[in-house]
């Protein structure tokens, strides 16, 4: 299993980004996928996840409204859309399967939001 971030960056309050996850080594649209943060000092925290039909999801209270987790099963590929980004969103932000009950995680992309 390899999971590969990108996307993330500097942008300023108010701005976009949109993350990446290339997934490969593994039967991809057989799972659900989901896309974690983590602030320096804290835990790493469910931001979204996306069912394995796409058709369901689910998004931490805080990051409702402003951020969109979407699939492609013939790209192999998650995307985390945010929008709105709030000094709070700064993280290292990881992309996660969970399969045949074992954690897969990928290296992360830094997002960083300040003025």
């Known amino acids: 299993v390899h999971l590969e971030e990108s996307g993330g960056g500097l942008v300023q309050p108010g701005g976009s980004l949109t993350l990446s996850c290339a997934a490969s080594g593994f039967g991809f649209s057989r799972y659900a996928m989901s896309w974690y943060r983590q602030a320096p000092g804290k835990w790493r925290d469910l931001v979204a996840r996306i069912s394995n039909d796409g058709n369901s999801s689910e998004y931490a209270d805080s990051v409702k409204g402003r951020f969109t987790i979407s699939r492609d099963d013939s790209k192999n590929t998650v995307w985390l859309q945010m929008n709105s980004l709030k000094l709070e969103d700064t993280a290292v932000y990881y992309c996660?399967?969970?399969?045949?009950?074992?954690?897969?995680w990928g290296q992360g992309t830094q997002v960083t939001v300040s003025s």
């Open positions: 996660h399967v969970l399969r045949l009950k074992s954690d897969y």
